[in-house]
């Protein structure tokens, strides 16, 4: 008998990585932008990759540098 398990189909969604901040003209990244910098992160608390947000490399740096200042004061996890 052959093995009948389904073949899973690598297809994925070509969608244009841009870097939303850039986008929005966004040069300055505040900590206390709570709601922006949860947009940034998982439900854990965890900073998502930039290969996941398509953020440039200027822009995830100021975000996980106000992502860390404000789990210092606790706004975000
Ligand atoms: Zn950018």
Redesign the pocket.
Known sequence: MKSSRPRRKRRRVLRTKT?R??ENKIHVIDFKDVDLIQRYQTEGGRILPRRVTG??Y??QQLLSAAVKRARVLALVL
Do not use: P
């Open positions: 870097c901040l850039c953020n440039c200027k822009h």
